[in-house]
C-alpha cells in the first residue's frame, strides 16, 4: 500500500494482486477537486480517478468502482480510464515507476507491496510466432470504384488498400521533413531511394527515439498531412458520412538490428479504447519491401469482436488472441504512396527489419464517423505519456497557422 500526504489533501493508492487502485487522484495526478471544465466533460470524477503512470504493462483498462477505479498500464507507458476488458495487470517494474511519480507529484509514499503482477496468459496463445501461417497478397481497391463496393469489401476483410493514392511528392516532401529531424541517426540512400540508418540500431524508447521524436511531432506538415482534402475523400468513402481525424498523430521508424521491437498483432479497438466506426489509416512514405518489414492485418479478423490480450514482446508489450484457424494473413511489398485503412478490430502487425541499412518510415493516425465517441487519450501527441516535455505547447511553438491547433476541443464526444 502506498499512502501520502498532499498539500490539499491526503491521497490513498493502492496496488494488490497486481492492479493499481487509486483514490482521489484526477488523470493528472492532482486531487480530485481541482478538475477543470474540460477534465469534469471527461468522466465522471465520483466513480473515475485518474493516475497517470510511467512503465510498461498491460494495456489501459478499468471497472468502475465506488469512488475508485483500477488501472492498468501499457507498454508505452500509459494508463487512464477506459471500459471493462479483460483481466490485465500490471507488471512488477510499475512499482518503481508508482514510487517516482509520487514523489514528484508531492506526495511521499511509505511503503509500497509487491505484488504477483504477472500478465495472465494462455499457454496456446501466448507467441502467435508458434503458430503455422501463411501469407497472401493484399486484396487491391481503387478509388475509381463506386463508394459502395469499397464500404462492402471493407466490411468483408476489415481493410481496404489502395496503390500510389497519395502523390509521390507528398510522400517525398513528408519524408524528407523527417530525415532533417532524424540526422545524424537516419539519412536517404540515393541509390535505394529510401531512409538508412547510420550504424546505431534503435526504437520506441530508445534514448535516440526521444531526442528525435519530439522534434518529427513538431512538425506542422506532419499533422496537416491527414486534414487535406485527399485524404479526408478517403475517409469519407469508408465512413460514408464526416470524418473526426484523431489529434494523435504517429510515425513509425523501424531500423534493422531491432528484431524482436517490432509491434505484435493488436486491435486497436483495443489500444485507442475505439468503437466499431473507428479506422486505422497508414501510408507508405517510400517503398517498402519484404526485408525492411510490412504492415501485414489477418483479414476477417474484425468480425469476431475485441480478443483478450497477452504478455508480449515488442511496442505496447502485449499481443491479442489469434484463433487457431487463423492463419492467413495478407501481406504485400508496398510503394510510395500506398494506403492502408484498416478496421478498429481488424488484427495487424508489423514485421521485423531483417535488412542491413534500410530504415522503414510510415506514418499513421486514426478517424471515426464524425460524433462517435472519442476517448481522451487519443487527444495527446503520441509518446507524451513517456518524453517530458512532449505536450502540444511544445509542439504548436512554431507552427505558422493556428486552423489545427486544438481543433478537438469543441468535438461533442470525447470521453
Known amino acids: 500500500m502506498v499512502k501520502g500526504e498532499h498539500t490539499q489533501g491526503k491521497i490513498e493508492t493502492v496496488i494488490c494482486k497486481g492492479k493499481l487502485f487509486c483514490n482521489g487522484l484526477d488523470h493528472g495526478g492532482r486531487p480530485v477537486g481541482t478538475l477543470g471544465d474540460h477534465d469534469r466533460r471527461r468522466f465522471d470524477s465520483d466513480n473515475m ?22 488501472l492498468r498500464t501499457n507498454g508505452a507507458g500509459y494508463t487512464g480510464v477506459s471500459r471493462p476488458h479483460a483481466g490485465i495487470v500490471t507488471t512488477n517494474f510499475i512499482v518503481d515507476r508508482i514510487h517516482k511519480l509520487l514523489s514528484q507529484r508531492g506526495i511521499m509514499p511509505t511503503t509500497i507491496a509487491q505484488c504477483d503482477t504477472r500478465l495472465e496468459h494462455s499457454t496456446s496463445n501466448r507467441n502467435t510466432n508458434n503458430i503455422m501461417s501463411n ?10 470504384e463506386d463508394a459502395e463496393t469499397l464500404r462492402a469489401r471493407f466490411q468483408e476483410l476489415g481493410y481496404l488498400l489502395i496503390k500510389k493514392y497519395i502523390k509521390p511528392e507528398k510522400c517525398d516532401a513528408m519524408l524528407h521533413s523527417f530525415l532533417a529531424q532524424l ?13 538508412a540508418y547510420n550504424g546505431t540500431p534503435f ?38 458520412t464526416e470524418a473526426f481525424v484523431y489529434p494523435i498523430k504517429m ?8 528484431q524482436g521491437y517490432e509491434t505484435p498483432p493488436h486491435q486497436d479497438a483495443y489500444s485507442h479504447h475505439a468503437g466499431p466506426t473507428m479506422a486505422g489509416i497508414w501510408v507508405a512514405l517510400h517503398d517498402v519491401s519484404q526485408e ?22 515488442g511496442v505496447g508489450g502485449v499481443q491479442c488472441e489469434i484463433f487457431p484457424e487463423e492463419t ?79 481543433y478537438w476541443r469543441d468535438y461533442p464526444e470525447l470521453f
Request: charged content about 30%; glycine content about 6%; some cysteine.
Open 49 to 70: 480517478k485518474v493516475i497517470r503512470l510511467i512503465g510498461p504493462g498491460a494495456g489501459p483498462n478499468i471497472e468502475n468502482r465506488t469512488s475508485c477505479a483500477e
Open 135 to 144: 501469407n497472401q497478397e493484399f486484396v487491391l481497391s481503387s478509388v475509381h
Open 183 to 195: 540526422s545524424p541517426y537516419i539519412s536517404y540512400d540515393e541509390d535505394a531511394e529510401c531512409p
Open 203 to 240: 526504437s520506441g524508447t530508445d534514448p535516440i527515439w526521444d531526442e528525435v521524436y519530439p522534434k518529427m511531432q513538431a512538425l506542422e506538415e506532419f499533422h496537416r498531412f491527414f486534414h487535406e482534402e485527399d485524404v479526408l475523400e478517403l475517409m469519407k468513402t469508408v465512413t460514408g
Open 251 to 258: 510515425a513509425r521508424i523501424s531500423t534493422p538490428g531491432k
Open 292 to 313: 525492411m518489414g510490412r504492415v501485414k492485418v489477418l483479414p476477417g479478423s474484425h468480425k469476431k469482436g475485441v480478443r483478450r490480450v497477452f504478455e508480449a514482446e
Open 328 to 406: 492467413t494473413w495478407h501481406v504485400s511489398d508496398f510503394e510510395k504512396g500506398d494506403v492502408l485503412i484498416f478496421h478498429s478490430c481488424c488484427i495487424h502487425k508489423a514485421e521485423p527489419n531483417k535488412g542491413d541499412k534500410l530504415a522503414r518510415i510510415s506514418i499513421d493516425t486514426r478517424f471515426c464517423d464524425y460524433g462517435a465517441p472519442v476517448f481522451f487519450t487519443n487527444l495527446e501527441p503520441h509518446h507524451s505519456w513517456r518524453i517530458e516535455g512532449l505536450n502540444w505547447d511544445s509542439i504548436y511553438r512554431d507552427w505558422k497557422s493556428e486552423e489545427l491547433q486544438y
